[in-house]
């Protein structure tokens, strides 16, 4: 097993991103790691917009994504300044697309030894009829995945 040295963090901005990001603070901490936080903007979203723009007056898609990302931005920000990662070297990634494949993107790109990500637990049932993105990311992710359950979150 080789040092971990980068964790990459994805945060969906849910209630539990504190949590989720506190245990992946924790980890990087501990072993002296720098932290990728990343957050995905769903593109079933985005579509949904760009589809309603056809029909009723709303902003322009690329006006909802800078919106958004900005947002996301903001509270990435806020999630930092509230936990423990102050002083870890840090870097923010918000991208478009599906939030498995986008955080299997990112954990490429930037070289990332660890993934943390936050499972709601919704049960067997809706995981196997849906899938959902931890379970996604830990079946097709190259390095170690650190799920952190629901309850820990809180």
């Not at 990728?36 to 949904?48: F, L, T, Y």
């Not at 917009?49 to 958004?68: F, G, M, N, Q």
């Not at 849906?130 to 650190?146: C, D, E, N």
Request: with cysteine; net charge neutral.
């Amino acid at each position: 097993m080789k040092p971990v040295k980068k964790v990459l963090v994805a945060l969906d901005m849910s209630q539990h991103s504190p949590g989720t990001l506190e245990c992946a603070a924790y980890w990087a901490r501990a072993v002296g790691a720098s932290m990728v936080v990343v957050s995905v903007i769903n593109q079933r979203d985005v579509d949904a917009i760009e589809t309603a723009s056809r029909y009723v007056d709303v902003p322009p898609v690329e006006a909802y994504v800078a919106k958004l990302t900005q947002e996301r931005n903001e509270a990435i920000d806020q999630c930092v300044s509230q936990s423990e990662c102050r002083g870890l070297p840090l870097e923010r990634l918000v991208r478009v697309g599906v939030p498995a494949n986008e955080i299997l993107k990112a954990v490429g790109e930037t070289g990332c030894d660890l993934v943390v990500i936050g499972s709601l637990g919704r049960g067997h049932v809706s995981g196997a009829l849906f899938g959902s993105t931890a379970q996604k990311v830990v079946r097709r992710s190259p390095v170690q995945v650190l799920v952190v359950p629901a309850a820990a979150q809180a």
